[in-house]
Nanobody, 124 residues
Framework: QVQLVESGGGLVQPGGSLRLSCAAS????????MGWFRQAPGKEREFVAT????????SYADFVKGRFTIFRDNTKNTVDLQMNSLKPEDTAVYYC?????????????????WGQGTQVTVSS
């Protein structure tokens, strides 16, 4: 079992930045592909970013390319999401997830473990 806990959410003005962090316990994350997803009120949970076990391969949803960056530190068992140039439409609950697959994964069904989420609100 892997337990995931997200932190770093909050209220930020449009154009601002936030860094989300996902801390894992129970197992080392180094054998897992990791991902960030988000869910806005009344919408489906959607893919944001993913990173392979080594951190060398990443993939992003088109709507965050150039603004968000996913990182991982396997020595600390963490995965971060740096979010810059935030927009009101980025407002959502952000979830960290772990998948026991090779490479990267954008599909929700690929992920075995999920955190409880952290709220990000972008508003002036």
């Amino acid at each position: 079992q892997v337990q995931l806990v997200e932190s770093g959410g909050g209220l930020v003005q449009p154009g601002g930045s936030l860094r989300l962090s996902c801390a894992a316990s129970g197992r080392t994350l180094s054998s897992y592909t990791m991902g960030w997803f988000r869910q806005a009120p009344g919408k489906e949970r959607e893919f944001v970013a993913t990173i392979n076990w080594s951190g060398r391969i990443t993939s992003y949803a088109d709507f965050v390319k150039g603004r968000f960056t996913i990182f991982r530190d396997n020595t600390k068992n963490t995965v971060d999401l740096q979010m810059n140039s935030l927009k009101p439409e980025d407002t959502a609950v952000y979830y960290c997830a772990a998948a026991g697959v090779w490479g990267t994964a954008a599909a929700r069904s690929a992920y075995d473990y999920w955190g409880q989420g952290t709220q990000v609100t972008v508003s002036s």
